[in-house]
């Protein structure tokens, strides 16, 4: 196994894989499942963009399938942006903390979830932790294997001058910004690679240059297991938040952690997974994930500003034949551990 971590943060990981933490390190400005964050006016028309969690290799056979009230938030979305925590290749193979998953999973899964696998209609995110597990020509790979599923991808570096995409939806320009704070293998050809921390100030200047209205920062951060985050990244938050990043949208723990609204922007600090840790040791608060509705101004005064959000916790079940992902509450009700889950983690609506 190699970890990005010294040996007291690898000694908690394991911890926490056992006993997720319910630890509050800082001060939060929680807020509840939905909010409007903008007082419509009658010369706005709103883009849907939707966002998911960590899009894990899992190695059975089992099918993927997801009830329709989570496929219709896809189906009408105007763009889908994910996390791809997986390098991708032609077959999927899972080793233990080595993942690859294959193209045909990848296409399966988004296609269960309703996804339209277009440039203009989804981006899927690759700076992750795992981004150097498949061989040293595996990230080439990676941008092959999806290229040819017509999506577009985000995180990516050459030479060190980042790749920011820019979504046109409307008349608001949305582009994708996604780095990692970790690495456990970094091995990627010369010149190419996923982008790093140090690359988020020349991502905020490349996308102001293009012309984008909203900025969705895609952080790969803060540790595993963890329902809320650290103090280190409460600040990390807000800092880039102050250097104009419009959302901020995290993930790495394998949790939901909370929404929290600051003067600078919208901070999620962790969706979640949005497919099943391929591992049968997760415990319960692993198999609850998120998904991020944000209604964008996309015609009118004030073009990517954000007029509300609405965040849907899912649920991850394995069962005998499928995988289902399912809308707590919507589809099913919320068993006692998801409701003091989402109790916990998000303020009462007003």
């Known amino acids: 196994m190699q970890s990005p ?30 909010a409007n964050m903008l007082a419509p006016t009658s010369d706005h028309r709103t883009a849907r963009i939707v966002l998911f969690g960590d899009l894990m290799p899992f190695a059975d056979r089992r099918e993927l399938t997801v009830t329709p009230s989570i496929r219709k938030l896809f189906q009408q979305a105007d763009l889908v942006i994910g996390n791809c925590e997986t390098p ?38 690759i700076a992750n932790n795992h981004a150097g597990d498949h061989r040293e020509d595996g990230f080439a790979e990676t941008l092959t294997q999806l290229g040819s599923l017509g999506v577009t991808v985000a995180g990516v570096q050459r030479d060190g001058v980042p790749f920011v995409p820019t979504i046109q939806v409307g008349s608001a320009h949305i582009a994708v910004l996604g780095w990692t704070e970790w690495i456990n293998r970094d091995r990627f050809p010369q010149g190419l690679g996923i982008c790093r921390h140090e690359h988020v100030d020349r991502q905020i200047a490349d ?46 723990p394998h949790v939901v952690q909370p929404v929290a609204r600051y003067p600078e922007g919208l901070c999620i600090y962790s969706l979640g997974n949005a497919t099943p840790l391929p591992t049968r040791t997760a415990r319960w608060p692993m198999t609850v994930g998120a998904v991020l509705c944000l209604d964008v101004v996309s015609e009118g005064n004030d073009v990517g500003a954000i007029v509300s959000y609405k965040v849907v916790p899912i649920r991850i079940r394995r069962e005998s034949r499928r995988i289902l992902l399912s809308a707590i509450a919507a589809d099913h009700p919320a068993s006692a551990n998801e409701q003091a889950l989402i109790e916990r983690l998000f303020a009462p609506s007003e």
């Open 88 to 125: 991708v290749a032609a077959q999927t193979s899972i080793k233990p903390f080595v993942f690859v998953m294959g193209t045909d999973r990848i296409r399966a899964a988004l296609e269960a979830m309703g996804v339209r696998q277009t440039p203009e209609r989804c981006v899927l995110n």
């Open 5 to 34: 971590y010294n040996a007291k943060e690898s000694l908690r990981w394991l911890v926490h894989l056992a006993h997720p933490s319910w630890i509050q390190h800082a001060p939060l400005n929680r807020q509840p499942l939905s």
């Open 207 to 252: 996308a102001r240059e293009a012309g984008a209205d909203c900025l969705l920062g895609f952080p790969h951060w803060d540790f595993e297991f963890c329902m809320f985050p650290s103090g280190q990244t409460v600040q990390t938050a807000r800092n880039l938040l102050s250097r104009g990043i419009t959302a901020l949208i995290g993930h790495h």
